[in-house]
């Protein structure tokens, strides 16, 4: 029924086709009509519904073309490997196989739908087909365990230079992870990490971008929180040119790292945040911590100055 | 076979029978006596061999009694469940399964034997049937990923503690988590962690104690390296009373550590340790370190004083 749906809005391209005309020509309700039309959103089109003139189709789904991809990526290690899934639970998960199995460093787990994305503390994570990037990089760095906080800034550093640089949108971290436009998420980040005393053996950052939603892709109140870089910029993006410039920002930043250590990352991370020098509220584990966040410390953790003149220093918390 | 040989022996209790007098009895040669008696000994069965003489049966394999283990043992969280188990690969591998569907802290895994032990940096750990303590106990602290550190140097002091409360022998800790007897190793402890971000998910305590083994269950030139409780007593020990005194003295230690943080840890560790003040080799990921070990830091970090004066943190390392 969704392909009858389609071939019928690509019979007449442009036109607005309304739900009873739907239902009349193929013989379903305009209950059925709406329900496809939601499906075939999911997979990637896109429609504009105008009451009382009804559908019309304005998008059809992106897809990798992973031969472009891989032949314009100018990197020695990230990305040269790419596992390319049409839909995936989660990237995350996929990702913590390969690596158990002894995938190399730099190996990318890439999907075109999440069906069960993941962000931080079990929260679930809107991945709907050909609209976003969502991903998982395999690292195994040479840093021992208690170092992994500062993996987590220098991904944030990485994405949120490459956005920039593919177009000047406002885009900045907020500490630890997220990376938000004025005000509004626009992409989450999840390190996983597999260790054995102090060795790391594995880490996984999974990295979701919401790309090319539409407002109308965004169910409920998910607008007055999130947003994404069509929405922001009005036009489309393009997914793979967003992964080849991460994956370049990301291998130049990470070698810098172990070569140079934390502190030229630390100072990308300062120039790029929005969480330094304003107040805060903080739950962490032990209770909460309310301040002014200061800067960030040599092994990556936030120093929050409370209203005692204490410091404390932040290693967790939701902000 | 095995057990007309263990018949034969037990219808002559105390006495040593030749090699010769066994091939003939059952008819095999005497390559296959050696054969079957070997096997009878990773079964956990001992037998003394004394040129000219023979082969004595000097024991039978010890079995844990998993009511008796559980009605002794007086802790709230630690070992409440205990998943026992006749054979495993490792214990460490099992306990991830439950740990990753939710098992709850405390929960312990053990094993009378171990096919396929695990140590640091992927070596294997000879576990042969009912001589040792081979057991994983599943922990979810509410610590961020940084401290796991000092975890293991909580599990080394409890282990510690507990060996020497059941028989004063000269027990102490080698930076970070072996513990040797008289410079032999008697136990080693690998702590395997998973985490999100900052978050720890669950770190699994994998500890194997050479417990009742004898000089003729190591091979080769392990005696050299390695010995074990019996070994050292002279007598057999109850491997139930030692994992309950261990159990104890870890949840007792645990409890404190959540409330007063790593210092008093610290300090009973510096207290059992021989790593300190003495002149040390370190191989690390970024080269060797040589100097004198001063002393651990409050991340448990082990600083080390190198001959030009200079203090470095090790965070890991093979000494």
């Excluded at 009804?54 to 040269?80: F, N, Q």
């Excluded at 922001?232 to 992964?243: D, K, Q």
């Excluded at 810098?256 to 300062?270: Q, T």
Aim: proline share 3%; net charge neutral.
């Amino acid at each position: 029924m969704d392909r009858q749906i389609l071939a019928y809005f690509e019979l007449h391209p442009n036109e607005y086709i309304s739900g009873e005309q739907l239902s009349e020509k193929l013989g379903c309700s305009r209950t059925a009509v709406w329900k496809h039309i939601s499906a075939l959103r999911d997979q990637g089109y896109s429609f504009e519904a105008v009451p009382r003139r009804g559908y019309r189709l304005t998008g059809v789904p992106d897809r990798y073309d992973l031969a472009e991809l891989l032949s314009k990526l100018h990197t020695t290690t990230m990305g040269r490997t790419i596992k390319l899934f049409d839909s995936v639970e989660s990237t995350q998960t996929v990702a913590h196989k390969f690596a158990s199995q002894g995938a190399a460093e730099g190996t990318l787990v890439l999907a075109e739908q999440q069906t069960a994305g993941r962000g931080r503390m079990g929260r679930s994570w809107h991945s709907p087909k050909g609209k976003g990037v969502w991903m998982s990089l395999i690292l195994r760095p040479l840093v021992p365990l208690q170092f992994t906080p500062q993996l987590t800034l220098l991904v944030a550093v990485a994405l949120c230079r490459a956005i920039r640089q593919i177009e000047q949108v406002p885009v900045a971290i907020k500490w630890p992870n997220d990376l938000l436009i004025e005000g509004k998420k626009v992409s989450g980040i999840l390190l996983e990490s597999s260790a054995e005393d102090e060795r790391l053996k594995y880490v996984i950052a999974g990295i979701g971008i919401s790309v090319n939603l539409r407002a109308e892709d965004y169910t409920g109140e998910l607008l007055e929180k999130a947003t994404s870089l069509r929405i922001t910029s009005g036009a489309e993006w393009n997914r793979s040119e967003l992964i080849r410039t991460f994956l370049e920002q990301f291998e130049q930043l990470y070698t810098l790292y172990h070569e140079e250590g934390f502190e030229p990352i630390r100072v990308a991370w300062e120039a790029l945040t929005i969480s330094l020098g304003r107040p805060l509220l903080a739950r962490t584990t032990k209770g909460n911590v309310e301040g002014v966040a200061e800067s960030i410390d040599e092994m990556g953790a936030l120093l929050v100055r409370q209203s005692d003149g204490t410091l404390t220093k932040l290693y967790s918390a939701e902000i």
